[in-house]
């Protein structure tokens, strides 16, 4: 569920806000935020954190298509 939120939201969310939304303790939910840490580390779509909010982007390995697919399109 917490993958799904983070896609659907589309910006930073409080890691108070996923506990919220998920009706789980804070310690279940660090712990499924680093499981997606870890499974998606060598995917397109990676957990970043930020001041304590999480969301969900593109890997930076994969930087150089996303600028070139977007100069493409402008």
Do not use: C, W
């Not at 969310?13 to 998920?22: G, H, M, Q, S």
């Not at 680093?34 to 499974?39: A, C, H, Q, T």
């Amino acid at each position: 569920i917490i993958e799904t939120i983070l896609f659907v939201r589309g910006e930073p969310t409080k890691l108070a806000r996923i506990v919220a939304l998920t009706k789980s303790s804070e310690e279940d939910v660090r712990a499924a935020l680093e499981e997606l840490r870890e499974s998606s580390k060598n995917r397109g779509i990676v957990l970043i954190e930020t001041n304590g909010s999480y969301q969900l982007g593109s890997h930076p390995d994969n930087f150089s298509y996303i600028e070139e697919m977007l100069k493409n399109e402008f």
